[in-house]
């Protein structure tokens, strides 16, 4: 009987302690990844992350809290891994990894019940479960990005705080490299020209160049031909420019993967890319001039780069759209194709008139976030006044930083260079506070990827 006890209660008891073991472990897998996405606030701390851990843990309070698993104990430890491909220092808490560790004891119910014989049998059993998780930086889905700068007159001037200390164009497009480097040019196990993408890119300015021009942006020195602003469609199908005609464009390159010198992720970015040489990356080359002329009006440039995304993401299966806007946000350009003044007495935004160009522009990006696109703005020296032709329609009288607030999709798209010399103070994101120009571009990315699970030895 002893003999029958022990074998029917070690198979039971173990059994449930087994079952106990997994609901330990996929507990400890969701606190650590519930961490790993807290990781990647610009606002995380050493303790916001233990707190997420603990909100999804199995301890008392915890959302996996299970009675097969009583009086849980809980560790957390942030960690800096070499194995991981995020820099610790563009992290607000100097850690790109985490490890959490659950411990819990569950009792026994036939194994016990030896004692009645004499045996010395366990009361309960030690269960043990650690999970280690990188932050978002492991690739997600494939992207189509459309990215697009301001490069009116007033982005040549300099920005004398200490994050830049140069021209604002150039603080600008140090950040597009940044994303560049953060990106993953190629599908599968293929790095090579010729890979099948993944992220792919496009860059679009405003105002309007000389499509032929284009690449001047490019060569050194360059010298694009401005145009006054036209006024695409909105939501009309896209039409692929032709950089060989002398038609007005928002768009720079075309969508293109070949940003990577290796066509890996994190390498230098290629000399031989159009994308990555407007943004800089050629030694000598300043990249995106700033001829300015025909002042500031994005809306046309919003509805350009949408309708491109929208084209981009049916020839690209199962990927998704963003679209990064930067700009001051102050709108004000008379030099705007067939544009003219609302009729009098009309108080509605009006797509390409003369009136409220800040408001234009909006709507033009509720439009894309509308249609699936995951819109993000970043303010560069915006200013708590301005807009100066919104003097009528719902918003009369907007600020330029109320406007790229409202370009983003959501609160926590929106970002703002605070310290930029410009306007400086003026302009705040409460989700992203106090995040230079890279940091900024270092965390859209990771909006763009997910946790993943590693090795509980990685290095």
């Known amino acids: 009987m002893v003999v029958m006890i022990g074998m029917g209660g070690l198979s039971t008891d173990l ?56 009086s849980t104990q809980l560790t957390t430890t942030l960690k800096c891994l070499t194995s991981v491909p995020i820099p610790c220092t563009a992290t607000s808490t100097a850690n790109n990894a985490l490890q959490v560790t659950q411990t819990v004891k569950v009792p026994t119910y036939f194994i016990r019940a ?18 280690t998780v990188a932050m978002r930086g492991a690739s997600n889905a494939p992207y189509n990005i459309a990215i697009v700068i301001d490069t009116t007159a007033s982005m040549g001037q300099s920005d ?10 150039t603080c600008a497009l140090q950040g597009v490299r940044t994303l560049l480097q953060s990106l993953t040019p190629c599908a599968g196990s293929t790095k090579a ?28 020195p360059g010298s694009p031909k401005v145009m006054s602003y036209s006024v695409p469609g909105a939501g009309a199908t896209w039409v692929a420019t032709d950089f060989s005609s002398k038609n007005p464009t928002y768009q720079l390159t075309p969508y293109t993967n070949d940003y990577s010198s290796t066509w890996s992720y994190g390498s230098a970015l290629s000399t031989s890319s159009q994308v ?20 500031t009006y994005f809306a046309g440039a919003i509805y350009a780069a949408q309708s491109s995304l929208i084209a981009a993401q049916a020839s690209h299966s199962g990927s998704v759209n963003a679209m990064i806007i930067l700009s001051d946000g102050d709108a004000n350009s008379s030099s705007i194709n067939g544009a003219s003044h609302n009729p009098k007495g009309n108080n509605n935004v009006i797509y390409g008139s003369l009136d409220n160009l800040c408001q234009q522009a909006i709507a033009a990006a509720q439009a894309a976030t509308a249609a699936g696109t995951q819109v993000y703005s970043i303010a560069y020296g915006a200013a708590s006044s301005g807009c100066s032709t919104d003097v ?29 010399s410009a306007n400086k103070g003026q302009c705040t994101s409460t989700s992203n506070p106090n995040l230079t120009l890279n940091n900024i571009f270092h965390q859209i990315t990771y909006n763009f990827t997910v946790p993943r699970l590693l090795p509980n030895n990685a290095q």
């Open 15 to 70: 059994g449930h302690a087994y079952i106990c073991y997994r609901e330990l472990q996929a507990s400890t897998d969701a606190a650590a990844l519930a961490g790993a996405y807290e990781m990647a606030s610009s606002t995380a701390t050493t303790s916001s992350v233990q707190t997420a851990v603990s909100n999804f843990s199995s301890t008392t309070g915890g959302a996996n809290a299970n009675p097969n698993l009583p």
């Open 193 to 220: 020209q010729g890979c099948p993408a993944f992220d792919q890119v496009s860059l679009f300015t405003y105002p309007n160049i000389e499509a032929d021009t284009a690449k001047q942006n490019g060569t050194c």
């Open 276 to 295: 990555a040489v407007d943004s800089g990356a050629k030694s000598g080359c300043s990249g995106l001039q700033t001829p300015g002329g025909v002042q």
């Open 114 to 131: 030896l004692s009645i014989f004499g045996v010395k049998a366990a009361q309960n059993m030690t269960l043990k479960a650690t999970s």
């Open 160 to 169: 004398t705080d200490a994050s830049c200390n140069n021209k604002r164009i």
């Open 392 to 420: 009528s329609g719902p918003q009369k009288g907007i600020s330029p930083c109320s406007t790229m607030r409202q370009l983003a999709s959501s609160a926590g798209n929106f970002y703002s260079d605070a310290t930029a």
